[in-house]
């Protein structure tokens, strides 16, 4: 996974370490969305290399794991979203998306540092690097996928993952948002979305257009622009932001 340079720090909410037996495990699984069968792969998970025993029994080798499962469910859902993109366009989305500071910023959302396991080596009393919440992320990955297979996890991924991805492709360039709108209106509610024009401003040989996207019955904010074209790309982009915010809060 490409990693930036920079180290950024995001604060911790309390000043304790942890063992596993101060781990509310219920309340980690609620946030993951995941009941484990198997408990103590959660924990590894959970665990970082300062809290435990040896190097096999921290969460470094399910990081590995986490880092791959992460990159391909990503590549798939990008494969699938953009039929047009070129392979160069798709690695850029990739790799902000899947990027050690997306990655920590995730844990950060989930409060994964809540239920994280450290000893002496590391207190999370201060600053924890971005890299230990990236990784912490990478390894509840792959635990989930252990525990219950690539569907489980998958359901995680694209739920913490698609408004990053959204993001970054609208951001790629201004042609992208009507395409990203349609692919996630025909997955999500079995529609191509429609554009209308609810008002027109100007004289006629330089007209100004003021075009609102529509996925099946729920319209969306308009916006302006000096052609038709211009219009229904900004308001597909209205109806993009929409959308993120409907993202069920954790």
Same mark, same amino acid.
């Given at each position: 996974?490409?990693?930036?340079?920079? @180290?950024?720090?995001?604060? =911790? /909410?309390? /000043?304790?370490?942890?063992?596993?037996?101060?781990?509310?495990? #219920?309340?980690?699984?609620?946030?993951?969305?995941?009941?484990?069968?198997?408990?103590?792969?959660?924990?590894? #998970?959970?665990?970082?290399?300062?809290? =435990?025993?040896?190097?096999?029994?921290?969460?470094?080798?399910?990081?590995?794991? *986490?880092?791959?499962?992460?990159?391909?469910?990503?590549?798939?859902? &990008?494969?699938?979203?953009?039929?047009?993109?070129?392979? *160069?366009?798709?690695?850029?989305?990739? +790799?902000?998306?899947?990027?050690?500071?997306?990655?920590?910023?995730?844990?950060? @959302?989930?409060?994964?540092?809540?239920?994280?396991?450290?000893?002496?080596?590391?207190? $999370?009393?201060?600053?924890?690097?971005?890299?230990?919440?990236?990784?912490?992320?990478?390894?509840?990955? =792959?635990?989930?996928?252990?525990? *219950?297979?690539?569907?489980?996890?998958? *359901?995680?991924?694209?739920?913490? &993952?698609?408004?990053?991805?959204?993001?970054?492709?609208?951001?790629? +360039?201004?042609?992208?948002?009507?395409?990203? &709108?349609?692919?996630?209106?025909?997955?999500?509610?079995?529609?191509? /979305?429609?554009?209308?024009? $609810?008002?027109?401003?100007? /004289?006629?040989?330089?007209?100004?257009?003021?075009? +609102?996207?529509?996925?099946?019955?729920?319209?969306?904010?308009?916006?302006?622009?000096?052609?038709?074209?211009?219009?229904?790309?900004?308001?597909?982009?209205? #109806?993009?932001?929409?959308?993120?915010?409907?993202?069920? #809060?954790?």
């Amino acid at each position: 996974m490409p990693h930036s340079p920079r @180290q950024d720090l995001m604060p =911790a /909410p309390e /000043p304790r370490d942890r063992t596993d037996a101060a781990i509310d495990v #219920a309340e980690c699984q609620r946030r993951l969305g995941h009941v484990f069968r198997d408990p103590a792969l959660l924990i590894a #998970a959970l665990t970082h290399a300062s809290g =435990a025993q040896h190097r096999l029994a921290s969460n470094e080798r399910l990081e590995f794991l *986490g880092d791959s499962i992460l990159g391909f469910i990503v590549c798939d859902n &990008l494969y699938r979203l953009f039929p047009e993109s070129l392979e *160069g366009d798709l690695t850029r989305i990739k +790799s902000v998306v899947v990027s050690r500071e997306t990655c920590g910023r995730i844990s950060e @959302q989930l409060q994964l540092i809540d239920f994280l396991i450290v000893g002496k080596g590391l207190s $999370v009393n201060k600053p924890v690097p971005t890299s230990v919440l990236s990784d912490l992320f990478e390894s509840v990955v =792959a635990a989930m996928y252990l525990d *219950g297979g690539l569907e489980c996890v998958r *359901g995680l991924v694209e739920r913490m &993952l698609e408004p990053e991805i959204i993001k970054v492709a609208s951001g790629e +360039s201004g042609s992208n948002h009507k395409s990203l &709108l349609q692919q996630l209106a025909q997955r999500d509610f079995g529609v191509t /979305p429609t554009y209308e024009v $609810v008002e027109e401003a100007g /004289p006629d040989h330089s007209k100004s257009f003021h075009v +609102s996207a529509q996925i099946g019955p729920r319209r969306y904010a308009p916006a302006w622009g000096r052609n038709k074209k211009e219009a229904e790309q900004r308001a597909a982009s209205n #109806a993009l932001a929409e959308l993120r915010t409907d993202q069920p #809060a954790d």
